[in-house]
């Protein structure tokens, strides 16, 4: 085997230990970018889910602790009305057939 030849199969010989010892194994750079962008997303969904906790709470809050809003929560959400006073009326959205 020629000096030139030994040259090319060193360097072809080192040039794939380089390759697998940065792509090759179980986590490869690849894998290790693919983890890094997953795990951005994850932590974006938490801090999401971590708003919607807290804007839970202060509505629950808000419910619980202000009879205001938990009377109109009652009026517009179940057609409630305050005692004998008050009459609720329904408006049809399709014209009424006698049959």
């Not at 040259?7 to 890094?36: K, P």
Request: no cysteine; charged share 30%.
């Amino acid at each position: 085997m020629s000096p030139l030849m030994k040259q090319v199969a060193w360097a072809v010989g080192a040039l794939t230990v380089l390759v697998y010892t940065i792509e090759g194994g179980e986590y490869g750079t690849s894998d290790l970018l693919t983890q890094r962008d997953r795990k951005a997303a994850l932590a974006q969904n938490v801090m999401d889910l971590e708003l919607d906790v807290d804007s839970m709470r202060a509505e629950l809050k808000a419910v619980t602790n202000d009879p205001v809003r938990l009377e109109r929560m009652a009026r517009e959400e179940w057609g409630m009305v305050r005692g004998e006073k008050e009459l609720l009326y329904r408006v049809r959205s399709t014209p009424f057939r006698a049959p």
